[in-house]
């Protein structure tokens, strides 16, 4: 089974919205059962948290459920378990690139490099915004599971 683990900041807005997302559309496209997702935070202050209220209602509206998923810190055996990680901004992935093992550099990379026509590199932290910056997010990981799903139907 291949493992993907989505990263960003505290694991309560842009990386569960993308675990969401993932976790509906691999099913959809009958590749849950080969292909499994969770997401992690760089920080752990949020550790054991839902995601934040507006992502779920955000999410909900779209049909993804986040009300389960409960925030975690990334830990180094992340890298060994999980065979792609995704960081949601450059801020994520250079905290990832000096905690990674330089063994399992090579899984580390933007989650927006999945889908290179979206113009944007970066899936922005809606937290301290207004309410429209949730929809974005869902927006953006909708995009960049798209990526991630035509990736691996190539490889399956």
């Known amino acids: ?4 683990l989505f990263v960003c900041t505290g694991n309560i807005c842009r990386s569960p919205t993308a675990e ?14 080969v292909v499994s997702v969770d997401s992690a935070g ?18 909900a509206i779209r049909g993804y459920d986040l009300s389960r998923l409960r925030a975690r810190k990334l830990t180094e055996d992340d890298f060994a378990r999980f065979d792609l990680l995704l960081a949601m901004d450059a801020g994520h992935l250079a ?6 093992p330089p063994e399992y550099l090579s ?5 927006l490099s999945l889908a290179p026509d979206c113009g944007r590199l970066e899936v922005p932290d809606p937290y301290y915004g207004a309410g429209r ?6 927006d953006l990981c909708e995009t960049g599971v798209q990526g991630l799903v035509d990736m691996l139907r190539d490889i399956h």
């Open 95 to 100: 905290v990832m690139q000096r905690k990674c």
């Open 1 to 4: 089974m291949k493992r993907i």
């Open 42 to 59: 760089t920080q752990g202050a949020h550790a054991g948290e839902p995601p934040d209220p507006r992502s779920q209602r955000t999410a």
């Open 133 to 138: 910056g949730f929809d974005e997010v869902l």
């Open 107 to 111: 899984k580390v990379r933007l989650f």
């Open 20 to 33: 969401a997302v993932a976790r509906h559309w691999l099913k959809m496209v009958g590749l849950d059962g």
